[in-house]
């Protein structure tokens, strides 16, 4: 069955660092768009980030333009979203979306805290 498996989150310092990762199995990756989300509680999910099929193009939102990036293997089926210089704003859960031949599919998230 399909399965997007978010991971590396966890507690960082302002300015800190943290690499997550989202695995996707059970559909053919490479025909689909990936996305990473996150939502902190009381707030709608706000997008960060996108890349295309091939991993050609991506997007990145302004809140965090310059200090993520976001990649895709789609070898091993895999994308990475790393985050530089994290704010205390950049708290949430953080989600992968596939989207592509009519659907789209999430993960169940991974916790991202920044605090001192």
């Known amino acids: 069955q399909v399965q997007l498996v978010e991971s590396g989150g966890g507690l960082v310092q302002p300015g800190g660092s943290l690499r997550l990762s989202c695995a996707a199995s059970g559909f053919t990756f490479s025909s689909y768009a990936m996305n990473w989300f996150r939502q902190t509680p009381g707030k709608a999910r706000e997008f960060v980030a996108a890349i295309t099929r091939g991993g050609a193009d991506s997007i990145t939102a302004d809140s965090v333009k310059g200090r993520f990036a976001i990649s895709r293997d789609n070898t091993n089926n895999t994308v990475d979203l790393q985050m530089n210089s994290l704010k205390p704003e950049d708290t949430g859960v953080y989600y992968c979306?596939?989207?592509?031949?009519?659907?789209?599919?999430w993960g169940q998230g991974t916790q991202v805290t920044v605090s001192s």
């Open positions: 979306q596939a989207v592509g031949e009519g659907r789209n599919y």
